[in-house]
């Protein structure tokens, strides 16, 4: 079965630090799409960033990059200067094939002033 | 453009009720999607829709209902409402898949007493 896992329930960090949010999955498919997805307060389910799977070069979005480790299918999102409004859940989910999208349960990051 | 609505907001429901949770987007996107979040954890794809007139189930289709007679429309039918079914429930929209990003609504939160 095709799965996307993430392992830290909750994190906090202090603001303007980095925090790192671990992701794994597991899949058979060579080429896939990784995404990870915020998820405010509001609810509002938000796009952080993505990466095609075949693409060996990390994305970045500002201050939010990847570590996508392919060989042990390790999708990690950094998040350097971390600021109050960074407190969400964030969820890494996974195209693995097909046309259905996988999220993992989430890690709820708290931002302390 | 206001991207992807959902309506109502809120709703409580009796065992043994039906409601419609209405989903209209107005991207011109062909894909479209239902998905449930329980309390603490991540979304599960309940049905999704490639085009106006084709659907399929996702990963906790039963109880649930779709149609997609529209472009813009994607309803989903509860029959026969349970406790089990209370959740958040999230529509999106995305222009194809892979690599596309899902555009979410705002969320329905629907409780079955």
């Known amino acids: 079965a095709q799965t996307v896992t993430q392992s830290q329930p909750e994190m906090s960090v202090q603001e303007a630090e980095t925090v790192t949010l671990s992701c794994t999955y597991d899949?058979?498919?060579?080429?896939?799409?990784l995404f990870w997805y915020k998820q405010p307060p509001s609810r509002q389910m938000i796009l952080v960033i993505r990466?095609?799977?075949?693409?060996?070069q990390n994305a970045t979005e500002n201050r939010f990059s990847v570590n996508f480790q392919k060989a042990a299918k390790s999708f990690s999102l950094k998040i350097s200067d971390s600021q109050l409004g960074d407190t969400a859940m964030y969820f890494c989910a996974s195209i693995l094939g097909g046309d259905k999208i996988i999220f993992g349960k989430g890690t709820r990051l708290h931002i302390l002033p | 453009n206001a991207g992807v609505t959902q309506t109502p907001k809120f709703r409580i429901l009796k065992i043994g009720q039906s409601m419609t949770l209405q989903c209209t987007q107005d991207?011109?996107?062909?894909?479209m999607y239902w998905y449930r979040q329980d309390p603490g954890m991540g979304l599960k794809l309940i049905y999704y829709s490639v085009g106006a007139g084709i659907t399929d189930k996702g990963e906790v289709p039963n109880g649930y209902n779709v149609s997609r007679s529209t472009t813009e429309d994607f309803p989903l039918r509860l029959e026969l409402a349970a406790p089990s079914q209370t959740s958040v429930y999230f529509c999106a929209s995305s222009l194809g898949t892979s690599y596309n990003e899902q555009f979410f609504g705002p969320g329905t939160r629907l409780t079955v007493l």
């Open positions: 899949t058979s498919e060579n080429n896939y799409y």
């Open positions: 990466q095609e799977a075949y693409k060996q």
């Open positions: 991207m011109n996107h062909n894909y």
